[in-house]
């Protein structure tokens, strides 16, 4: 649909208004659970930011003499709208055969020596054009967009080579220019070794470090470096080569670590001072205590477990309890989570791994923020930051995760801006 003009907006009479009020850290321990709930709560925006937040019956008057658009609430839950800070949009077709082969017992790597997984969704983006690539990520945005969420990260690596990561890059800049949503870039070139360089790991390295980095960081095309440090992907060491030389060029760090074996990964991200670790579900009690005395995010990712069908997930409560910043996201991606709803993964990490829902609201989104490095303007609906929130068509924020795989999601609002409302 199309964004109604930036001006003024009144959005009242919610039952409950999710603030996540807050000093600007990481939510860990008891205060993730603490949403800052307000009761008959409004926001009165002016143009992209949050100009106030309070009752009803204290804003009505300013809003009255702002002429703000009337967003009558009746009585449902208001919040800040979803950051998904780890996903993989920018891709071609889909997966559908690896689903098959998985349901009929095939492994994740037995796929990937197949001729599936990472090496099947790269062919694709090779012959791709740039124009099909934007046109299939955009009918994807605009369901994001429909179901709650604002802000998305978004990792190449389907490329594996210069030009086709450098494609990917561009996909995202031409996004970003048109999308209604915001898009966070991060470079995941060690995402997968490339056949031709099977056997020679260090020399796929060097092309990245070499080549690819230098350009990404003159060009300034992402934000973030990512790397796969698993097994069957990179070793500690490899990564550690990779995010170091996307450090030098202004790049900062996440790393996708400990999903389908322990490997260090969240060691290297704390040395690295990286922005999050992703996935976890290998994690040692070791590990646990690690990522929370450090500022490391630590990103639970259920829906690649649900997807996988795999018993383990990440340990949420462990994490909770030592006090690490726990983020949620999608992993959105045609492999092994494809998955856009936030509100999905809530009731994953509700009933998977024993978050409760406050808990998993704040990790969807101030903490998501916090990975992001932009939670000074996001994540919450305090006077100031960036007017980004969701009306959700539920009367208690604990029916979001509780009706399971609904979309409650009734009016998105971006940067002041309606970009999608159920009529």
Not at 22 to 37: D, M, S
Not at 391 to 404: F, G, N, S, T, W
Request: with cysteine; glycine share 8%; net charge positive.
């Amino acid at each position: 649909m199309t964004p109604s003009p930036p001006r003024a907006l009144f959005l009242h009479s919610a039952a409950q208004l999710l603030t996540l009020a807050g000093p600007p850290v990481p939510r860990r321990g008891p205060a993730l659970g603490e949403l800052g709930i307000m009761r008959d709560g409004a926001v009165l925006t002016w143009r992209d930011k949050i100009l106030r937040v309070g009752r009803t019956r204290e804003l009505a008057g300013e809003a009255r003499r702002l002429r703000a658009r009337l967003v009558d609430c009746r009585g449902r839950v208001v919040m800040p709208g979803f950051i998904d800070s780890h996903t993989h949009l920018v891709f071609a077709g889909n997966r559908v055969e690896d689903f098959e082969r998985r349901i009929c017992g095939a492994t994740y790597e037995e796929i990937a020596r197949a001729g599936g997984g990472i090496a099947r969704s790269a062919r694709l983006v090779a012959e791709a054009t740039e124009h099909e690539l934007v046109a299939q990520a955009r009918r994807v945005l605009d369901e994001f967009a429909a179901h709650g969420t604002t802000t998305v990260e978004v990792k190449t690596g389907y490329g594996l080579d210069v030009a086709n990561e450098m494609k990917i890059l561009r996909v995202i800049r031409k996004l970003q220019r048109t999308a209604l949503l915001e898009l966070v870039p991060t470079l995941l070139a060690a995402h997968a070794l490339p056949a031709k360089y099977r056997g020679r790991p260090q020399a796929y390295l060097r092309l990245i470090t070499q080549q690819l980095i230098p350009q990404v960081g003159r060009k300034k095309l992402a934000r973030f470096i990512d790397c796969f440090c698993d097994r069957g992907a990179f070793t500690v060491s490899q990564c550690r080569q990779v995010l170091a030389a996307g450090l030098r060029y202004g790049l900062i760090p996440r790393i996708h670590a400990e999903q389908l074996a322990r490997t260090g990964a969240c060691r290297l991200a704390v040395e690295l001072g990286a922005a999050s670790a992703d996935h976890l579900d290998q994690s040692s009690d070791a590990d646990v205590q690690t990522l929370a005395q450090s500022d490391v995010v630590a990103t639970l990712l259920p829906a690649a477990n649900f997807h996988l069908g795999l018993r383990q997930y990440a340990p949420a409560r462990k994490l909770i309890e030592a006090g690490a910043a726990v983020a949620l996201a999608t992993d959105f991606n045609p492999g092994t989570s494809p998955t856009l709803n936030m509100q999905f993964i809530l009731s994953l990490a509700c009933s998977q791994m024993r978050m409760t829902p406050a808990e998993a609201v704040s990790a969807a989104t101030i903490n998501a923020a916090y990975s992001l490095r932009c939670a000074n303007r996001l994540g919450s609906l305090e006077p100031g930051k960036q007017a980004d929130l969701v009306v959700m068509a539920v009367c208690d924020h604990r029916e979001i995760p509780y009706y399971l795989a609904w979309n409650h999601c009734a009016m998105t609002v971006k940067r002041g801006r309606i970009i999608h409302s159920q009529a």
